[in-house]
């Protein structure tokens, strides 16, 4: 499949083809996201920090690890569009180190475009970063590096005001000029009529059936974490399981002796050579 654009994405919003997207944080499942022509966009989410670090939130995560491992889902990317989130506080002092740091990202990762959490308060910044070149995807409705501030992991949106406030939000970041925005953790009588007001593609997580295209958590998605599962989570695979009973199977063929097999996994010496060497 040729590269996915920005101008692909805003076709399959046109012609009402869901757009597919997952999180890869590392080589092997950048190269698993690209393993189908199925698969629209590949992001580098900050989940990173859960998931593949062991950190407790995505505000424990530094730019230069958000770097390194999307650097690594670089090299195993083919046709999916390639976004990556900016980590917390990398976006939040000046215009000046906020560009900076995105175009590190380009640069050193070579991503395409960069994920920001946030509303009205990061409208310039998008503006910017759009004008010289680098596009923004927004994401609005639950925006986990700020789950102090919103008392926890909820859904958003949830009375009048807050709706009328993330539709506003919605709006004044596609002005601004976010080419996608992602919905997390909205009514999906919010996803869809947010999807409907503005004309750029909308991703949803937990957003309901009506958004422009959907987005998971690698490890969610796949059950390569038995953690806690949102109620929008759906496991696709059981790879968890699958992983832990090969660890059991490798330690208990150790511990009983049947590997390695001396005939069809061992390396052997010319027996003359073996003769001389004793
Ligand atoms: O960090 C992440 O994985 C995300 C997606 C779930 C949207 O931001
Ligand atoms: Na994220």
Redesign the pocket.
């Known amino acids: 499949r040729p590269k996915v654009t920005i101008q692909t994405l805003q076709a399959l919003k046109e012609s009402r083809v869901p757009i597919t997207m997952l999180?890869a944080y590392d080589y092997p499942t950048a190269v698993s996201c690209s393993s189908t022509p199925s698969i629209d966009i590949t992001?580098v989410?900050?989940?990173l920090a859960q998931v593949c670090l062991g950190y407790k939130s995505?505000t424990q995560l530094t730019l230069d690890e958000m770097i390194h491992h999307a650097k690594a889902v670089s090299r195993g990317t083919t046709h999916p569009f390639l976004v990556a989130?900016m980590p917390f506080g990398s976006y939040s002092g000046s215009m000046d180190d906020a560009v900076n740091n995105a175009v590190r990202m380009v640069r050193e990762s070579q991503i395409e475009a960069v994920?920001l959490e946030g509303g009205e308060e990061i409208a310039d910044l998008v503006r910017r970063l759009t004008s010289i070149g680098i596009p923004v995807m927004a994401?609005i409705g639950l925006m986990?590096q700020r789950h102090v501030a919103l008392s926890g992991y909820k859904v958003q949106g949830r009375n009048v005001a807050s709706a009328k406030a993330l539709v506003r939000t919605a709006s004044v970041l596609e002005e601004a000029g976010a080419f996608s925005m992602?919905l997390?953790a909205v009514p999906k009588e919010l996803g869809r009529y947010i999807t409907e007001k503005i004309a750029v593609p909308t991703i949803g997580?937990g957003a309901g059936p009506w958004t422009n295209g959907q987005?998971l958590?690698w490890d969610d998605a796949m059950g390569t974490w038995l953690g806690h599962k949102a109620k929008f989570v759906r496991r696709f695979a059981n790879l968890q399981i699958a992983r832990e009973t090969g660890v059991q199977s490798f330690a208990n063929a150790v511990k009983d002796g049947s590997f390695p097999d001396p005939q069809r996994e061992s390396y052997t010496i010319d027996p003359a050579e073996w003769a001389r060497f004793m």
């Open positions: 999180t992001l989410g900050d989940s995505t989130d994920k994401h986990p992602v997390e997580i987005v958590v």
